[in-house]
């Protein structure tokens, strides 16, 4: 199973940007996906996640900005960032709770690579 992010890069302050994360491999099924990032000597902090009936949850820091959604069919989770501030500067990581073509059954949490988001004039 990999989880492929991109879309990052560098934007100025108050501008957009849409990343994507699509699922792959042995698959039975999605569950719910999300949004972290991880600026340079934080933790990594929750930014979205949705559910696979489509509920959301954002952090407060980026409520009413970003806009997390998904497509069932392409195993794809999207992050629409708008007003983008200096302090979204991290890289993001996609992640997905998912259960296994050939598993137990059992839930798996997989992460993707990260992709970095900087935002700066």
């Known amino acids: 199973v990999q989880l492929q992010a991109s879309g990052g890069g560098l934007v100025q302050p108050g501008g957009s940007l849409r990343l994507s994360c699509t699922a792959s491999?042995?698959?039975?099924?999605?569950?719910?996906m999300g949004w972290y990032r991880q600026a340079p000597g934080k933790q990594r902090e929750l930014v979205a996640a949705?559910?696979?009936?489509?509920?959301?949850n954002y952090a407060d820091s980026v409520k009413g900005r970003f806009t997390i959604s998904r497509d069932n069919t392409g195993n794809t989770v999207y992050l629409q960032m708008n007003s983008l501030k200096p302090e979204d500067t991290a890289v993001y990581y996609c992640?997905?709770?998912?259960?296994?073509?050939?598993?137990?059954?059992?839930?798996?949490?997989?992460w993707g690579r990260g992709t970095q988001v900087t935002v700066s004039s």
């Open positions: 992640n997905a709770d998912l259960r296994l073509l050939y598993g137990d059954g059992k839930l798996v949490t997989y």
């Open positions: 949705i559910t696979r009936s489509g509920t959301t």
């Open positions: 491999g042995s698959i039975w099924s999605l569950n719910d």
